[in-house]
């Protein structure tokens, strides 16, 4: 994990906001997986991107119905600049190219990433690397 400040200042993204028509009845394997004590989930997105504003809110839902904790999932807003690379909150650090981006982390480590271009709903995609 990078340590920074970064944590405390960086906002949060309305497309987090759990899509209330996501079944977790329908998905408790990856519901399950999620309530895995100790991950931390980092996300990174941008509230003008269409990627972000498709499979962001479907993701919120899973982690609502797993319980994480707030404290556990941290959102970085990002921007994009004109020759399309991105910026924000330890976009560097931590190499993000594509929105959104997922990092899940344990003890510090990072365990697991989805990138924008993934196959798989976010939720599902984590859910079969924890």
Not at 28 to 40: P, R, S
Not at 83 to 100: A, F, M, N, Q
Request: contains cysteine.
């Amino acid at each position: 994990m990078v340590e920074t400040d970064a944590d405390a200042d960086a906002g949060t993204l309305d497309t987090m906001q759990p899509n209330p028509a996501w079944s977790a009845d329908a998905r408790e394997d990856t519901v399950e997986a999620l309530t895995e004590d100790g991950l931390v989930f980092r996300v990174w997105g941008g509230d003008w991107c269409d990627d972000c504003r498709g499979q962001l809110p479907d993701f919120g839902a899973a982690l609502a119905a797993a319980d994480v904790p707030e404290a556990r999932v941290h959102h970085y807003p990002v921007e994009k600049e004109d020759d399309g690379s991105k910026t924000g909150p330890l976009v560097g650090e931590y190499e993000i190219e594509l929105i959104p981006t997922v990092v899940v982390e344990r003890d510090d480590e990072e365990i697991a990433r989805y990138v924008e271009d993934e196959q798989r709903p976010i939720a599902a995609y984590l859910a079969a690397r924890l």
